[in-house]
């Protein structure tokens, strides 16, 4: 059974950072792809991160490329979100993922690539 735990979220302020981490297990961390997707309230779900495990090989939204950064652990079969210089527009519920391997790059436009998802963690930036 797949488990996914999120963990890290919180508000803070513009210009602000936090790191999300997402605990995995119940399947093959290694062979799988995982991601971050967010939904605000009122709007679409949006792909915001993925990577694989194995090669460490990512994909980044455009609209935080420059801000968010993917990583993982996999001694602890986690992933991670750090995530700088947070604007109000990130607000939002982050959830942590997994994907099917040949449609990692595909989740970031299409969220509905995720299958399975843990139960989500806040993050609300103040201006």
């Known amino acids: 059974q797949v488990q996914l735990v999120e963990s890290g979220g919180g508000s803070v302020q513009t210009g602000g950072s936090l790191r999300l981490s997402c605990a995995a297990s119940g399947f093959t961390y290694r062979g799988d792809c995982l991601g971050w997707f967010r939904q605000a309230p009122g709007k679409e779900r949006e792909g915001v991160a993925t990577i694989y495990p194995t090669t460490g090989a990512w994909y980044i939204s455009d609209s935080v490329k420059d801000r968010f950064t993917i990583s993982r652990d996999n001694s602890k079969n986690t992933i991670y979100l750090q995530m700088n210089n947070l604007k109000p527009e990130d607000s939002a519920v982050y959830y942590c993922?997994?994907?099917?391997?040949?449609?990692?790059?595909?989740?970031?436009?299409?969220?509905?690539?995720?299958?399975?998802w843990g139960q989500g963690t806040q993050v609300t930036v103040s201006s």
């Open positions: 993922g997994n994907v099917p391997p040949r449609f990692c790059g595909d989740a970031i436009q299409t969220p509905g690539q995720f299958r399975s």
